[in-house]
């Protein structure tokens, strides 16, 4: 796979095909525009190319409102793409000057003077420049000045998929990680370094795994217990997870303590990546530590039969 991030210095590629978007957790409706941007490459031997944006654009210009969490960090986005058959990503650094350009000057002066493209795929409702004032309209009245082709993914065959980052987003900040894995196509996954925690689970038989993400904009599931996946050094593991705050403690900050199943081993400093598989239950305050384990043990055994 090709990451390109510097735009002012881009290969000549032959006859691009070109789709641009965040394209935040390469949902179902993502893979559709990403087919058919493949299929367009096909028709004219050319080279499909997605044009993405980092940081995330309302990390930059939607700094009035609250913080948003990506689905994925940039390295899953690509590892993604790739898995749907794509070789060659953009990534444009956005900035509050890239966000000021007009849409005329947008297709003008970047797509255009930077891409070089052939053809250009967008869905019905794309929106681009600035005040989102771009749309398909213009695209097609500047395609036979500027020497593109523009392609448009029409509503009735996006309409039946009417996902977005948001929605999945939302689902798995309430717990309903089945219907997030439905929009995204696969069980959401995050990853973590494996740090020292105050070893609690340990004095009640069930050691855990305290994890710390390294990407602060990684979106984080809702608080619970989770059934999940394990990969840790591409050995696959099966677990449960806690994400909370420990309220039978006192606990006071959100922690993620993975508890890997038949498996004892010094881990710290290591990666390890979680994929969720079903949300078990809500946290709660118990009466005290015997009250927990009884409670761990009955998570665990949901967990396995799931498994």
Known sequence: MNVYTD???????????????SFDGVHVGHVLIIEQL?????KIGGIPIIISFYPHPKHVV???QKPIFTLNTPAEKYRLLQQKGIEHII????????????????????????????????GYDHKFG?????????????SAQLNYSVKEIPEHILK?????????????QQGDIDTAASFLGYNYFFSGL??????LGRTIGYPTANLQIQDEHKLIPAVGVYAVDIVLEKRPLKGMMNIGYRPTVNGKTLTIEVNIFNFDEDIYGQTLQVTLKKYLRSEVKFTGLDALKNQLANDKKLAVELN
């Open 130 to 142: 600035k005040n989102r004032a771009g749309n398909f309209e213009l695209l097609e009245q500047l």
């Open 62 to 64: 939607g700094l009035e």
């Open 160 to 172: 039946n998929v009417t996902i977005s980052s948001t929605k999945i987003r939302a689902a798995l």
């Open 91 to 122: 990534v444009v650094p956005f900035s509050q000057q890239f966000s000021e350009q007009t849409a005329t000057e947008y297709i003008t002066e970047f797509l255009v003077a930077k891409c070089k493209p052939a053809v250009i795929v967008v």
């Open 7 to 21: 735009i002012d210095n881009l290969p000549n590629f032959t006859n691009a095909v070109i789709t641009t978007g």
């Open 38 to 42: 493949i299929a367009e490459a096909r």
């Open 194 to 199: 494996v740090v020292l925690g105050n070893q």
